[in-house]
């Protein structure tokens, strides 16, 4: 063991490459682009150091042009799961003896690889399987994943210097040791990210995970795993499968060695996880930790006071940057009467202007919605829409599949600010506003608050501090992360930890000391340097 306390690197938020025309990073960019586009990738399953390839092949396609097949990824069944498990225990010991520096370490030249020779090609991974624009996967494949590997070693350093207070005669210890068994990580589409943090932060705190990304994420987690293994991840701490949701939850829901799971998807699904767990309460080991970041029906309200400009760029980039794909998108806002006309004419001309296509043309501000399935639901609801005359479209409203699963960004106006599309979460480019009384603030704060069962983002647009005083108590918990004269997306690593309550999850806050510490469990050790030799107090002996 090493015999110092090291400091590790100061963190600094990695820099957004602004991929102007003729810039080296555009030059880059593209190249890797291209390269990609044109091959078939044969992406296998990683589980213990082995790359693991099945019988049944599936395509992968982008989501801007479902024709083109650009992998095959190997889908595997229960026996891999169990694989997966069998690894990741094999791995533990070892893994959770080394020291932290050394994992630090790992973590550490993960993120300069990403912010070095992975960084074009994690982005045009992601701009291809997922359907981002250069600078949408910038800020989230590149910028974002390098901060959470850096921030997360300086956190961990935080936890363990974390240490309780010694009287003469003892001294006192507190270890943070990885959970006992493994770790389920289950990532989803929309973060490059967050797919990688949610196995990477239980492993930096000496955990083994298995993870199952999202279907229409694996072109990327693919070079993540090919990240760690840069980086020299041992074999068998994260082991990377690709089976139905249900097929790994039957098989490690059901394992004595569960430990916990990593979570980012819909509340639904988690609500069903919970529940299953509760079921098996009496199979593990320990109680398993739960942590999870679920749905949002995230909010913009602003106040009479409020600049109209503003709050028109609030709305067109919180709503519509990756086609409203993100956990954090403004779905739904709050205009007051006197603003509207001006609000409307901003967003209406922010709308027009908007060029909608492939990743590939940098001039493309919208990008396709992520599968067919999400495509149709939207459909549903803007067709419904136009049927309905208590509700106008006053922008988008179109949508086509026929190459790629392109959705207008939409805005619909709604009467009732129950209107369904105010209160159900879409997860799209469509956002719902509703007009409301300039001097009706406060019965509109009320509207926000018990509107939706989500607790994820919102924003307060204001010049008047009393309404911003007051809208901040009053949506005390209606975000988790609260935005002022801001779009409520964003966050940064280090800046805004992230993370909701009520239906939107744990507000375990990703990005922050407050994630890492639910990887740990803690053992005090009390030494005594000189033990009494009889038990007899002073307040037994006689007067």
């Known amino acids: 063991m090493a015999n110092a306390f090291f400091n590790v690197p100061i963190p600094v938020n990695e820099p957004v490459k602004g991929y102007a025309p003729g810039s080296k990073e555009r030059a880059e960019l593209q190249q890797a682009y291209n390269a990609l586009r044109e091959q078939q990738l044969d992406i296998p399953m990683y589980i213990g150091g082995q790359e693991v390839r099945t019988e049944n092949k599936q395509p992968f396609t982008p989501p801007h042009d479902h024709q083109r097949v650009i992998a095959h990824y190997h889908y595997g069944d229960a026996s891999h799961v169990q694989q997966a498990i069998d690894a990741a225990l094999a791995a533990r010991e070892q893994w959770a003896n080394m020291p932290w520096e050394s994992r630090a370490a790992i973590f550490l030249k993960a993120a300069d690889l990403l912010a070095g020779p992975f960084r074009a090609r994690m982005n045009a991974a992601t701009m291809l399987g997922q359907s981002k624009n250069a600078f949408q996967a910038e800020i989230d494949a590149a910028c974002e994943l390098i901060d959470f590997f850096r921030f997360n070693v300086k956190y961990m350093t935080e936890i363990y210097k974390l240490q309780p207070e010694s009287l003469p005669g003892m001294w006192n210890r507190l270890e943070h040791r990885g959970l006992e068994g493994f770790i389920f990580a289950l990532t989803p589409f929309n973060f490059t990210s967050i797919a990688a943090n949610l196995p990477a932060a239980p492993a930096m705190m000496g955990n083994v995970v298995v993870w199952k990304p999202a279907n229409t994420q694996i072109y990327s987690a693919k070079v993540i795993m090919d990240l760690f293994k840069a980086a020299g991840l041992p074999d068998g701490v ?306």
């Not at 790629?404 to 009732?416: K, L, R, S």
């Not at 407050?514 to 803690?522: D, E, G, P, Q």
């Open 238 to 543: 994260i082991n990377l499968v690709y089976v139905d949701g249900p097929v790994a939850g039957d098989v490690i829901f059901k394992n004595r060695h569960f430990a916990g799971i990593h979570f980012t998807g819909s509340t639904g699904v988690f609500n069903q996880i919970w529940k299953t767990i509760g079921e098996h309460i009496n199979t593990y080991r320990n109680y398993p930790r739960i942590v999870g970041e679920t749905g949002g029906k995230d909010f913009i309200v602003a106040h009479k006071s409020a600049n109209a400009k503003e709050v028109a760029v609030a709305i067109s980039r919180g709503a519509f940057e990756f086609q409203g794909q993100k956990c954090s998108a403004a779905s739904r806002a709050y205009i007051p009467s006197n603003l509207w006309e001006d609000v409307k004419q901003y967003v209406v001309e922010d709308l027009k202007s908007f060029k909608m296509g492939d990743p590939e043309d940098f001039s493309n501000f919208i990008n396709a919605v992520i599968d067919e399935k999400s495509f149709d639901k939207l459909a549903r609801y803007i067709d419904a829409a136009k049927k309905d005359d208590s509700v106008e479209i006053i922008a988008g409203g179109g949508y086509d599949k026929s190459k790629g699963y392109f959705i207008e960004p939409t805005i619909i106006v709604a009467q009732d600010p129950n209107y369904v599309t105010m209160c159900d979460e879409l997860f799209g480019p469509v956002l719902t506003l509703h007009v409301y009384e300039a001097d009706q603030f406060e019965e509109t704060l009320k509207i926000v608050d018990e509107t939706s069962p989500y607790g994820l983002t919102g924003a307060i647009f204001a010049n008047d501090r009393y309404a911003i005083e007051l809208a901040t108590k009053r949506l005390s918990h209606s975000a988790g992360n609260f935005y002022i004269n801001d779009k409520p997306t964003g966050a940064v690593v280090g800046q805004q930890p992230f993370g909701g309550s009520r239906a939107s999850g744990t507000n375990d806050k990703a990005g922050s000391m407050l994630n890492l510490l639910r990887w740990t469990t803690a053992r005090t050790i009390k030494e005594t340097f000189v033990p009494p030799v009889d038990y007899r107090y002073p307040f037994l002996q006689q007067d």
